[in-house]
């Protein structure tokens, strides 16, 4: 990793790749172009390795100071066209109207041989659309966003990435005062569900359907060749997001704030604010302090993006909705029935995926009689994890390494659980699926430590990183990053990142403005 020093100016900042229009070729009424606002005395805190490849870059171009104020705005390359995008949304269940990229300003598209990358600023200052923010982000909430970003993706969860932090010592205020910095944030595209309802909700329905091609041409072009491309983008995007949760819900990872605004038309995990994983598992827990009423609790994941997705048929229904025909009603009504048959996979993709992952996290053979016949083996188990709040990380991790034949091998384990007998009583079901499909430890255990990750970005990881970097002492963020660039390798010398979380880590709260 680099460090803070960086060198002169003096080299032309040149970039490895060639830009194009993307998003920037739709027109005015998708975006108001701007320029980000300066920040002073930036300085670098980290840039991620493994996103850095993906614009054809190592890591030691942060050393130069051109990369530096390129990334926290202070300087606009003649490769970019920074500009903010203006979507809508229901927040919380409720209609909440214009929204907007409020702090975040998109610098470019790169085209590279990976496909396109949009390269944008979060807390790059006011936009037309901050609604009366500021336009900032803080250190704290870029730390825990470009640290999870780049978790999610080593995990194999679909995500937008992070390339770098740059902080600055400018004051910005949230519950106290703290200070700024900006997260250069990477995904082939930042559309949201909120902006096509954004065009619906306005009754323009040119401008709504020039985004859905742009979305269909773009990114999902075996839609075109169906006899209902628009229809075909709705399904399409529902099982990206049913795909998207079943994995969220594998690895326990709470968004905290799935509003429609915070939906990728793509199946991305997008906008990391309250986020959390599950330490003790509850499967109602809340990792948003702003959520009292526990509506995007783990639980509630899937039924609200399916939820979401009725919003964004709403809508797309414009699209195929015949308005010449002359029974009004009765062409409303056969347009809604087809957005209907395009969000009815959603159920049996998610419930496809969640036992997909489930199985592999258990080490074990799909049976010939389906899904059904695993439910009462992992019913049991949840509600046992529910009901002992039994690490989920840990428990996973730590299953894999127990024997098929006895229980020799169960303390690591069996010592999660305060009920010992409520154990013993699933293991030994368990242990008769897996002697009935004549399990070889070995193979299993490899098989379930290659999905089963020891390392997650555990609330407490994140919080004594940003202390840490609050003093100015970014080593921390640096080596966590590393250590879940990683997070199915056992890496001794990180052994305590993989530790039950310390008593402290229960009294932190993360929040909306997180």
């Given at each position: 990793?680099?460090?803070?020093?960086?060198?002169?100016?003096?080299?032309?900042?040149?970039?490895?790749?060639?830009?194009?229009?993307?998003?920037?070729?739709?027109?005015?009424?998708?975006?108001?172009?701007?320029?980000?606002?300066?920040?002073?005395?930036?300085?670098?805190?980290?840039?991620?390795?493994?996103?850095?490849?993906?614009?054809?870059?190592?890591?030691?171009?942060?050393?130069?100071?051109?990369?530096?104020?390129?990334?926290?705005?202070?300087?606009?390359?003649?490769?970019?066209?920074?500009?903010?995008?203006?979507?809508?949304?229901?927040?919380?269940?409720?209609?909440?109207?214009?929204?907007?990229?409020?702090?975040?300003?998109?610098?470019?598209?790169?085209?590279?041989?990976?496909?396109?990358?949009?390269?944008?600023?979060?807390?790059?200052?006011?936009?037309?659309?901050?609604?009366?923010?500021?336009?900032?982000?803080?250190?704290?909430?870029?730390?825990?966003?470009?640290?999870?970003?780049?978790?999610?993706?080593?995990?194999?969860?679909?995500?937008?990435?992070?390339?770098?932090?740059?902080?600055?010592?400018?004051?910005?205020?949230?519950?106290?005062?703290?200070?700024?910095?900006?997260?250069?944030?990477?995904?082939?595209?930042?559309?949201?569900?909120?902006?096509?309802?954004?065009?619906?909700?306005?009754?323009?329905?040119?401008?709504?359907?020039?985004?859905?091609?742009?979305?269909?041409?773009?990114?999902?072009?075996?839609?075109?060749?169906?006899?209902?491309?628009?229809?075909?983008?709705?399904?399409?995007?529902?099982?990206?997001?049913?795909?998207?949760?079943?994995?969220?819900?594998?690895?326990?990872?709470?968004?905290?704030?799935?509003?429609?605004?915070?939906?990728?038309?793509?199946?991305?995990?997008?906008?990391?604010?309250?986020?959390?994983?599950?330490?003790a598992f509850d499967a109602n827990h809340i990792c948003n302090h702003s959520d009292t009423q526990g509506r995007y609790a783990y639980s509630q994941q899937p039924q609200v993006a399916f939820w979401n997705l009725h919003c964004l048929a709403q809508a797309l229904?414009?699209?195929?909705?015949d308005r010449n025909a002359t029974d009004s009603e009765a062409a409303r009504e056969a347009a809604v029935a087809s957005a209907r048959e395009a969000l009815d996979p959603f159920r049996d993709r998610y419930a496809s995926e969640f036992f997909r992952h489930y199985?592999?996290?258990?080490?074990?053979?799909?049976?010939?009689?389906?899904?059904?016949?695993?439910?009462?083996?992992?019913?049991?188990?949840?509600?046992?994890?529910?009901?002992?709040?039994?690490?989920?990380?840990?428990?996973?991790?730590?299953?894999?390494?127990?024997?098929?034949?006895?229980?020799?091998?169960?303390?690591?384990?069996?010592?999660?659980?305060?009920?010992?007998?409520?154990?013993?009583?699933?293991?030994?079901?368990?242990?008769?699926?897996?002697?009935?499909?004549?399990?070889?430890?070995?193979?299993?255990?490899?098989?379930?430590?290659?999905?089963?990750?020891?390392?997650?970005?555990?609330?407490?990881?994140?919080?004594?990183?940003?202390?840490?970097?609050?003093?100015?002492?970014?080593?921390?963020?640096?080596?966590?990053?590393?250590?879940?660039?990683?997070?199915?390798?056992?890496?001794?010398?990180?052994?305590?990142?993989?530790?039950?979380?310390?008593?402290?880590?229960?009294?932190?709260?993360?929040?909306?403005?997180?």
């Open positions: 990793m680099p460090d803070n020093q960086t060198d002169t100016p003096s080299q032309p900042f040149i970039v490895p790749f060639a830009t194009e229009p993307g998003f920037a070729a739709l027109g005015a009424q998708f975006y108001t172009r701007l320029r980000p606002t300066p920040l002073p005395s930036p300085y670098l805190v980290d840039i991620a390795p493994a996103a850095a490849a993906l614009l054809g870059w190592d890591t030691d171009v942060a050393t130069r100071q051109e990369f530096i104020e390129t990334f926290v705005g202070n300087a606009v390359p003649d490769w970019a066209d920074p500009l903010a995008s203006v979507y809508s949304g229901h927040q919380f269940g409720v209609w909440a109207g214009q929204l907007g990229d409020g702090r975040a300003i998109r610098l470019a598209q790169a085209s590279t041989p990976a496909g396109p990358w949009e390269i944008q600023l979060k807390g790059a200052g006011l936009t037309p659309y901050s609604r009366m923010a500021d336009g900032r982000a803080v250190l704290r909430s870029s730390i825990r966003e470009y640290l999870c970003s780049e978790a999610m993706a080593a995990l194999g969860v679909p995500t937008t990435r992070a390339l770098s932090i740059v902080g600055s010592d400018a004051p910005v205020r949230r519950e106290t005062i703290e200070t700024s910095a900006v997260v250069t944030r990477l995904s082939p595209t930042f559309i949201r569900f909120g902006h096509f309802e954004h065009f619906a909700a306005h009754d323009d329905v040119a401008s709504l359907r020039q985004l859905a091609d742009f979305v269909i041409d773009n990114f999902m072009p075996a839609c075109r060749e169906t006899p209902q491309p628009y229809l075909a983008l709705l399904r399409e995007a529902s099982l990206r997001t049913a795909d998207l949760v079943a994995h969220w819900q594998a690895v326990g990872f709470c968004h905290g704030v799935m509003n429609t605004d915070n939906m990728s038309i793509l199946g991305l995990t997008i906008d990391y604010g309250p986020f959390g994983f599950l330490d229904l414009p699209l195929w909705l199985r592999g996290k258990l080490g074990l053979h799909a049976p010939a009689g389906g899904d059904k016949e695993d439910e009462p083996l992992l019913t049991g188990l949840f509600q046992l994890l529910h009901e002992q709040r039994v690490d989920y990380t840990l428990f996973w991790r730590n299953l894999a390494r127990i024997s098929s034949a006895d229980g020799s091998q169960d303390a690591p384990v069996r010592d999660l659980f305060l009920d010992r007998a409520a154990w013993d009583a699933w293991a030994a079901g368990y242990r008769t699926r897996l002697q009935a499909e004549q399990s070889d430890d070995a193979s299993r255990r490899a098989a379930m430590l290659a999905v089963n990750p020891k390392y997650v970005l555990r609330n407490h990881l994140a919080e004594t990183a940003i202390r840490a970097a609050r003093e100015k002492d970014f080593s921390e963020v640096q080596r966590l990053l590393a250590v879940l660039s990683r997070p199915f390798d056992e890496q001794p010398e990180a052994e305590s990142y993989a530790a039950l979380p310390p008593d402290w880590a229960s009294g932190l709260e993360v929040s909306c403005s997180s």
